[in-house]
């Protein structure tokens, strides 16, 4: 098992380009997030799946929007990137939603938005 | 909604000693509490958890205690190593509004000198 897998693992953007994270899992989890890593923030929800066909807000969901293409794929794209937006992305899954489940986190996208 | 303060930000210790990391929650609600050790580059992993029935937990060098009244918690670990050295992120379960499942600290770098 891959676990979970996260493409691309870099990227430089141009303010106002827009571009979407990939995010699958081979687990057969039914619950898929996204968070973003910031020098001494800490992880932070930004959007989160607790099930097939179901979507809902984090955290810090502005500027973000979600989709869960099927049970292992969960993306994140950005719309319109800012500078603020410059960050590591983490996608994670666990088994279900019950927020007592480990999380199996992928190994990261580095994004930087000039 | 859920607050997690981690302190300290930064600890030094050497090759054999002890290291405590503290957390402290705002919502009397949550009831499991996670740590999630990251290693420089690498995607955060659990190490240990505990849940709100247990005071205290060990899985060999590693324990966590749970004080519910005073809403903090800590991660000790003893006869410390070089290669504990990492980034060590404590969470608890956030409930309401929009904060998904969730909430972690900011983090503890710890350094494990030889």
């Known amino acids: 098992n891959a676990g979970v897998t996260q493409t691309p693992k870099f990227q430089v953007l141009k303010t106002g380009q827009s571009m979407t994270l990939q995010c699958a899992q081979d687990?057969?989890?039914?619950?898929m997030y996204w968070y973003r890593q910031d020098p001494g923030m800490g992880l932070r929800l930004i959007y989160y799946s607790a099930s097939e066909g179901t979507t809902d807000k984090g955290e810090v969901p502005n500027g973000y929007n979600v989709s869960r293409l099927n049970k292992r794929e969960f993306s994140l794209r950005l719309e319109s990137a800012a500078p603020s937006q410059t960050s590591v992305y983490f996608c994670?899954?666990?088994?279900?939603?019950?927020?007592?489940?480990?999380?199996?986190f992928g190994s990261g996208t580095q994004l930087s938005v000039l | 909604g859920e607050n997690v303060e981690q302190h300290p930000s930064t600890l030094s210790v050497q090759e054999g000693d002890s290291a405590v990391i503290k957390c402290t929650y705002s919502d009397s609600a949550s009831n499991y509490f996670p740590w999630y050790k990251q290693e420089l580059g690498k995607r955060p992993q659990l190490i240990i958890d505990?849940?709100?029935?247990?005071g205290e937990k060990k899985d060999q060098r590693i324990a966590v205690t749970l004080n519910k009244t005073a809403k903090h918690f800590s991660l000790h670990i003893t006869e410390t190593q070089p290669e504990d050295s990492a980034v060590y992120f404590c969470a608890a379960t956030g409930y309401g509004g929009s904060q998904g499942n969730l909430i972690f600290g900011k983090g503890t770098k710890l350094s494990v000198k030889p």
């Open positions: 687990m057969n989890h039914n619950s």
């Open positions: 994670a899954s666990s088994v279900n939603f019950s927020k007592e489940e480990k999380l199996f």
């Open positions: 505990i849940r709100s029935n247990v």
